[in-house]
């Protein structure tokens, strides 16, 4: 099997390996790689083993690393950036690279949201006294070892970690050649946390030293890793969907739509499209498609906002009508309904009602998140019903979507597929469940 080139967590746009290549490698890199992931297994039983207590303890220690040497970390970050621009990385990736001061802080906080959530481990999902006298409950336990690959994204390192650790998982971790130095540096301060506090380093492992074909071991180690959490773009996802013979839970790109209804307000469309679109372009929860209703009355305003804004346009014939003086567009595509921009680009339509949007929704959508600006009750609850999305937002910018902002404390990924885990991914969401039944000697007739 030859996995397609990506410019991707795998490393660069090199090829994959043949199954032969891998099997020769069977005595040294596959063997490194499953040696990882047994020794996550052991160390997730002590994780499964440790309180609440515990494991917050190692959360703000692990806040207190990264503010105790973020000079060092941003260093090391620098020479990724500088790597990417001389690569000709583009603006979006360069963006999600880059940790600044503030975004340090940021990891620092969501790390302390996450030493103040319930413990999700133990939580009774459900439970009764059958009429024999059995005691039943069905608790909330670890998964195991949680493995994830992804793109260059520092802030996924840390959100991951600090996840699989509060809910009593090991993670093992590829996060790709262009944060190389950024992840080898959190690695090695999350791993001196956990030492430091008593829990083994080997809850929190990486594979980068193992470049594409580690990623591919990785993919085949089934019954060492309990599931496996692509991030990042389509390629990278649909490549670990495809090959990988450990469960997926898959995350999904942000061809995000909003729908101007002809009732909504002017001032909160504008307000709400420049956050959603401008405030962030580079993430999956921005914005790509506007639709809007064909007798709202408030689209050049709202255009004229985005476009001084230094967002650009690309639009129906309608819409290029409608632009007022001053602000310029370009002819939309097909291809336009179905980009995930992840710049200040946004694709505009107009539809002469909300089931033309819907429809066009329907099309497109790649299950993320869809809004719709409306003061029409009726409107918002139709497309509330009938959007079949991870989340469907409603009057409020799409940006957030996001573990953070909705209370998770972080998120691994946001899922847009219906089993096990939709939208974003928190604590609960790297749980299974078990059954456990008491009783006195009871024994089945």
């Known amino acids: 099997m030859t996995l397609p080139a990506t410019e991707n967590a795998f490393g660069g746009s090199a090829t994959g390996g043949t199954d032969q290549r891998l099997e020769t490698a069977e005595g040294g890199l596959a063997a490194a790689v499953y040696g990882i992931a047994d020794r996550a297994r052991l160390a997730s039983r002590a994780l499964g083993r440790a309180n609440r207590s515990h494991k917050d303890r190692v959360l703000r220690k692990i806040a207190d690393e990264l503010l105790a040497h973020q ?6 970050n620098q020479r990724d950036v500088d790597a990417g621009q001389a690569n000709g990385t583009s603006a979006a990736l360069l963006d999600r690279l880059t940790l600044t001061p503030q975004r340090v802080q940021g990891l620092v906080a969501a790390l302390e949201n996450l030493a103040g959530l319930p413990d999700p481990v133990g939580n009774v999902v459900r439970g009764q006294t ?3 006298g059995l005691r039943l409950r069905q608790i909330n336990v670890p998964l195991g070892v949680v493995a994830a690959i992804y793109e260059a994204r520092p802030n996924v390192t840390v959100d991951i970690a600090g996840l699989a650790l509060k809910s009593g998982n090991a993670a093992i971790l590829r996060g790709g050649s262009a944060a190389a130095n950024t992840n080898e540096a959190l690695i090695g301060l999350i791993r ?3 030492e430091a506090e008593g829990l083994p380093a080997d809850a929190a492992q990486t594979i980068d030293a193992y470049g594409r074909e580690g990623a591919n071991v990785l993919m085949r180690a089934r019954g060492r890793v309990d599931v496996l959490i692509p991030r990042g773009g389509r390629d990278l ?3 670990v969907v495809n090959n990988s013979s450990v469960p997926v839970i898959e995350t999904g790109e942000g061809n995000v739509h909003i729908f101007l209804d002809e009732s909504a307000d002017q001032q909160m469309a504008i307000d709400v499209l420049l956050n959603a679109k401008t405030q962030r372009p580079s993430v999956c929860n921005t914005v790509e498609t506007l639709l809007v209703h064909s007798r709202s009355t408030v689209l050049p305003g709202v255009l004229s906002a985005l476009a001084a804004a230094g967002v650009r346009l690309h639009a129906d014939p309608a819409v290029l009508g409608l632009l007022p003086a001053g602000v310029t567009g370009v002819p939309a595509t097909d291809a336009d309904w179905a980009t995930e921009y992840m710049d200040l680009d946004l694709a505009v339509r107009t539809v002469d009602s909300l089931e033309e949007a819907l429809e066009h929704i329907r099309t497109y959508s790649t299950g993320h998140t869809e809004a719709i600006l409306t003061n029409d009750l009726a409107n ?3 497309f ?7 989340a469907v937002v409603v009057n409020a910018s799409t940006r957030f979507i996001d573990g953070g902002e909705l209370g998770l404390g ?5 899922s847009t597929q219906k089993l096990h885990a939709r939208g974003p991914m928190g604590l609960a969401e790297l749980t299974t469940t078990k059954w456990v039944v008491q009783g ?6």
């Not at 006195?440 to 007739?445: K, S, Y």
């Open 71 to 76: 000079d060092e970390l941003l260093a090391a």
């Open 130 to 132: 059958l009429p024999n």
């Open 192 to 194: 001196g946390a956990l």
């Open 237 to 239: 996802i649909q490549t």
């Open 380 to 382: 918002a609850e139709r």
């Open 384 to 390: 509330i019903a009938e959007i079949d999305s991870a």
């Open 410 to 414: 972080a998120e691994v990924g946001i």
């Open 440 to 445: 006195e000697g009871q024994v089945r007739a």
